[in-house]
């Protein structure tokens, strides 16, 4: 399961959530607006031959710019920590939050550079206009495999519809990294996790060549 997260997630969230959505947030309705933002955005993945080259350093740059500020990760970390959260000072919270941001954009940022031809269906989404969370579904297709199901779990604030979690193939992201931590955190408290987070960052880092791709963030 790790490995289909680890294929879908952020390059799917790179086509559906560009610097638009928060433009366009409170007039659109959510799955509309996803459709819309996802069919502009694979035309321009589809041109850009240093993400399709493979161009890994270029990826991060795009969705850092494009995709990030479209994401409460306050609440993806809060929500993957789990209980634990509670026990964390401010501080600790705060550079939770930055290694967990770091470590989601390195390890998923390389997939993007895999897209080719996969088809997205967009499913019926039912929600009410004044609902304020909403799942958007979709579906990836893709030849030789089975469809794969992706759904966006938003939520509108003062700032616009923002993603606090994302299901792939029936399972959560954040609870997919809850075990993980919840292990880290019984061996070596709240500062154990962050010290794993951050040590894996700089491998990843390392492994990429990517030190100064994302500022340095959670390293």
């Not at 390389?110 to 088809?119: E, K, M, P, S, V």
């Not at 809850?178 to 070596?188: L, P, V």
Request: with cysteine.
């Amino acid at each position: 399961m790790n490995r289909l997260l680890n294929r879908f997630f952020l390059p799917l969230l790179c086509l559906l959530f560009s610097g638009a959505l928060s433009a366009a947030a409170d007039v659109k309705a959510p799955d509309v607006l996803v459709k819309d933002v996802t069919n502009e955005v694979l035309e321009i993945v589809r041109a850009d031959k240093a993400i399709q080259a493979g161009d890994t350093k270029r990826v991060i740059e795009l969705v850092d710019a494009k995709v990030l500020p479209h994401f409460d990760f306050r609440r993806m970390t809060m929500l993957a920590v789990g209980r634990d959260w509670r026990q964390a000072s401010p501080e600790q919270q705060g550079r939770l939050t930055d290694a967990f941001r770091t470590l989601l954009v390195r390890t998923y940022s390389n997939a993007l550079t895999q897209y080719r031809d996969q088809r997205i269906e967009f499913r019926p989404s039912r929600f009410a206009p004044a609902d304020t969370r909403v799942q958007v579904r979709t579906e990836v297709i893709q030849a030789g495999a089975q469809p794969v199901g992706i759904d966006y779990m938003l939520e509108k604030g003062e700032q616009g519809w923002k993603v606090f979690d994302v299901i792939v193939a029936g399972v959560s992201l954040v609870t997919n990294y809850r075990s993980s931590f919840g292990q880290e955190i019984s061996r070596g408290g709240i500062d154990g996790l962050i010290k794993s987070l951050e040590d894996r960052n700089r491998a990843l880092a390392e492994q990429h060549g990517l030190q100064h791709a994302d500022g340095g963030r959670g390293a």
